[in-house]
Every structure is written in structure tokens, then in C-alpha cells.
């Protein structure tokens, strides 16, 4: 069983094909504050918060690889498509790139990979992991294939070096990336659920 992680994908879920269309974006902080309060929950029963000192360094040699190629095929994609229109974004925008890169991770690694390693196994969950996060993205094709190969490489390094810190900051950059890339046709204005569908 994967409780909380079903529980995360209901409340986000939930808000993206139901809830949003009908509510002020304010609202947005009643389903973030229920998917916090779940992650931490859940941490605070297993005493894992994705920070283990001694995996940084390993984590930080992994992510920064994986960061080089994920930019190399980004960049590249959208040079051969022609949309990549390289510019210099805010440091205030790419800090909040990292504060919501490290929340995604931390509940990628801490509860959805935990949780589908314990109901499956060790490498079962490094896939089913990845599928349940890329599921909140659906119907939006680009994010849900990015979000799914981004998790299949993040969840392999954090099983092996257990520190989201790496892992923020290349989900960062794998952000600014896509933004950079790509127009937003392509990537369907960044939006999820029925926003997408409505866009």
C-alpha cells in the first residue's frame, strides 16, 4: 500500500481537474498545505527527510552529470526545432526554481519512491515512483514525459545518495532549460489537468 502518496496524488489531482477551474487562484494554498502536511506526516513516521549529510557529495557528482546531459539534449532540442531563445532570467526567479524543485523532490524521494519501494521493491519502485509523478502532470504530453524522465534519473541517484539538495537545483536548472528551449506551444503553457485542456 502507498497511502500517502495516494493521498498527494488525490489532493493534487483533485485541485487540477476539479477544483481550480472553479476557485480564485488563492485557493491553490488549501491543497499545498495538505500535500505538506502529508509529507511531513509521513516523515515524521519514518524519520527520512531527504537530507543525509554524508550522500551530499555523492549526489551532488550524479545530479551534475545528468544536469550536463539533460542541457545538452534541451538546448539542443530546441535549437533543432528553433523555438530555444537563450536569455537571463531573474536570481528571485530562479531561487523559487529551487524552493519548488526541492518540495517536489523531497516528496518524489522521501514519500513516493519510499513508499512504492516498500509496497514493491527496490527497483520496481524506481520506476512506479516516476509514473505516479509524472501522472500529475497528464494530459500535458511535454511535461508528463520531462517529469518522467527527470524522476527515472533523480529517483536512481537519490536511492543511492539519499540528499534532495542536488536534486533541487538540477530540476531548477532543468526548468529554466525548458523555458528557455522551448515556445510555449510546445510545452503547453506549463500547464496540468484541466487547464491544460482548456488553454
Same mark, same amino acid.
Given at each position: 500500500?502507498?497511502?500517502?502518496t495516494?493521498a498527494?496524488l488525490?489532493t493534487?489531482l483533485? #485541485?487540477?481537474?476539479?477544483a %481550480?477551474?472553479?476557485?480564485p487562484?488563492? #485557493? =491553490? +494554498? =488549501?491543497?499545498?498545505?495538505? =500535500?505538506?502536511?502529508?509529507?511531513?506526516?509521513h /516523515?515524521? @513516521?519514518t524519520g527520512?527527510w *531527504?537530507?543525509a549529510? /554524508?550522500?551530499?557529495w555523492?549526489?551532488?557528482?550524479a545530479?551534475?552529470?545528468?544536469?550536463?546531459?539533460a542541457? =545538452?539534449?534541451?538546448?539542443?532540442?530546441? $535549437? +533543432?526545432?528553433?523555438?530555444? @531563445?537563450?536569455?537571463?532570467d531573474?536570481a528571485? !526567479?530562479a531561487?523559487?526554481?529551487v524552493v519548488? *524543485?526541492a518540495?517536489q523532490?523531497w516528496l518524489?524521494q522521501?514519500v513516493?519512491?519510499?513508499?512504492a519501494?516498500?509496497?514493491?521493491s527496490?527497483?520496481? *519502485?524506481?520506476?512506479l +515512483?516516476?509514473?505516479c509523478?509524472a501522472a500529475? !502532470?497528464?494530459p500535458?504530453?511535454?511535461?508528463?514525459a520531462?517529469?518522467l524522465?527527470g524522476?527515472?534519473?533523480?529517483c536512481a541517484i #537519490?536511492d543511492? #545518495?539519499?540528499?534532495i539538495l542536488?536534486? +533541487?537545483?538540477?530540476?531548477?536548472?532543468a526548468t529554466l532549460?525548458i523555458l528557455? $528551449?522551448?515556445?510555449?506551444?510546445t510545452?503547453?503553457?506549463?500547464?496540468?489537468g484541466?487547464a491544460?485542456? %482548456?488553454r
Open positions: 500500500m502507498m497511502p500517502f495516494f498527494i488525490a493534487v483533485g #485541485y487540477t481537474w476539479v %481550480k477551474p472553479l476557485l487562484d488563492v #485557493y =491553490v +494554498a =488549501v491543497p499545498a498545505a495538505i =500535500v505538506v502536511a502529508l509529507g511531513v506526516w /516523515d515524521l @513516521r527520512e *531527504g537530507v549529510p /554524508d550522500a551530499l555523492g549526489a551532488v557528482r545530479s551534475a552529470i545528468f544536469t550536463v546531459v542541457l =545538452v539534449v534541451l538546448l539542443g532540442a530546441g $535549437a +533543432a526545432l528553433g523555438t530555444l @531563445r537563450l536569455q537571463m531573474t528571485g !526567479h531561487a523559487l526554481l519548488w *524543485g518540495a523532490q518524489l522521501t513516493f519512491l519510499r513508499e519501494q516498500r509496497a514493491t527496490r527497483r520496481a *519502485g524506481q520506476l +515512483a516516476p509514473l509523478f500529475l !502532470h497528464l500535458n504530453p511535454f511535461l508528463a520531462a517529469t524522465a524522476a527515472l534519473v533523480w #537519490y543511492r #545518495y539519499p540528499n542536488p536534486l +533541487a537545483c538540477s530540476h531548477a536548472i532549460a528557455g $528551449a522551448f515556445d510555449s506551444a510545452i503547453g503553457g506549463l500547464q496540468i484541466l491544460y485542456l %482548456k
